[in-house]
Nanobody, 122 residues
Framework: QAQLVESGGGLVQPGGSLRLSCKAS????????AAWFRQTPGKEREFVAS????????RYANSVEGRFAISKDNARDMVYLQMDSLKPEDTAVYFC???????????????WGQGTQVTVSS
């Protein structure tokens, strides 16, 4: 399995921006999907965005469409999540994940990072 390490979380005011980063290392699939999920206490892990490693096809949750952008740097094995126009309801722990196909179900992903906290508050 690949190892994933997220960074870039923090405290930001409503309307502000943050960029999350995810570094992948170790075993990687020939063609895989990288995704961001988020989770708040007492709730299930929620799909945020995904991107195919080849072709760069992206998908977004309705709640973040138009505000968040997922991207990747193949040469550096990095995945990013640019988050703009942040709202208090975006507050969560954000996780990077890898899988073999695009899916909204977190159980479809086999490698996970440790998570990074994002807090949107004034």
């Amino acid at each position: 399995q690949a190892q994933l390490v997220e960074s870039g979380g923090g405290l930001v005011q409503p309307g502000g921006s943050l960029r999350l980063s995810c570094k992948a290392s170790g075993r990687k699939y020939e063609d895989y999907v990288a995704a961001w999920f988020r989770q708040t206490p007492g709730k299930e892990r929620e799909f945020v965005a995904s991107i195919r490693w080849s072709g760069a096809r992206t998908r977004y949750a309705n709640s973040v469409e138009g505000r968040f952008a997922i991207s990747k740097d193949n040469a550096r094995d990095m995945v990013y999540l640019q988050m703009d126009s942040l709202k208090p309801e975006d507050t969560a722990v954000y996780f990077c994940a890898l899988g073999t196909r695009t899916a909204y179900d977190p159980n479809e992903y086999t490698s996970w990072g440790q998570g990074t906290q994002v807090t949107v508050s004034s």
